[in-house]
């Protein structure tokens, strides 16, 4: 982190907490009931090699969602950085024509077009009837932030503090205005 950035938590929600240990232990039954049914019923190796297989494809697929989860929000001079365990997603403040606070009643239901849906919060693109199409990295429901582009693009992040994330971010954009 550089000098003068703050950063901001990405706190989970309940319903985040329980989806995500819900889809982790749904699945790590399965593939104990899959390795246990290989090594029991298949004397040969062929068996037991799909059910090692099995286990690895569920970590890297696991492992290859986590990439995109949001785990904090930075508030740096020239841009907004939503932390990630992949490369970290950058928004440039001269790339931005509004930052407000939002609430769920705003956005309405929204669909999942490319993304997770509460395992491990919610990010990827989303489509609401009230707020269109936007891209999501948040972790609850409760602190959102709306970030509109000026290209028009939009996205809801929810940084814990979220008032803070805000007068955080205008001073760093007022600064370069």
């Known amino acids: 982190m550089s000098v003068g950035s703050l950063r ?3 706190r989970w929600s309940r319903l985040v907490w329980c989806v995500t240990l819900g889809v982790l232990l749904l699945v790590a039954v399965a ?9 029991t019923s298949s004397r040969g190796q062929p068996g037991q090699s799909v059910a090692v297989l099995g286990v690895l494809l ?3 697929i696991f492992a290859g969602i986590a990439r995109f989860a949001p785990w904090d929000y930075i508030v740096r001079r020239d841009a907004i950085v939503v932390g990630r365990l992949g490369s ?3 928004i ?16 309405g239901f929204a669909w999942r077009v490319f993304g997770s849906a509460g395992f491990l919060g919610w ?6 009837r009230r707020l269109g199409e936007f891209r999501a990295c948040a972790t609850n429901r409760r602190d959102l932030v ?23 971010v205008r001073r760093n954009m007022d600064r370069d205005a």
């Open 8 to 10: 901001f938590e990405a």
């Open 58 to 60: 569920s970590v890297g």
């Open 123 to 128: 990010f990827g693109l989303f489509r609401s």
């Open 31 to 39: 593939e104990v009931l899959l390795v246990r049914a290989a090594y």
């Open 88 to 90: 970290p997603l950058m």
């Open 146 to 168: 709306l970030i509109t582009r000026t290209n028009g693009a939009k996205m809801v992040i929810s940084p814990h503090l979220p008032d803070a994330f805000l007068e955080a």
């Open 92 to 107: 440039p403040y001269e790339g931005i024509r509004e930052v407000r606070r939002t609430h769920r009643q705003e956005i």
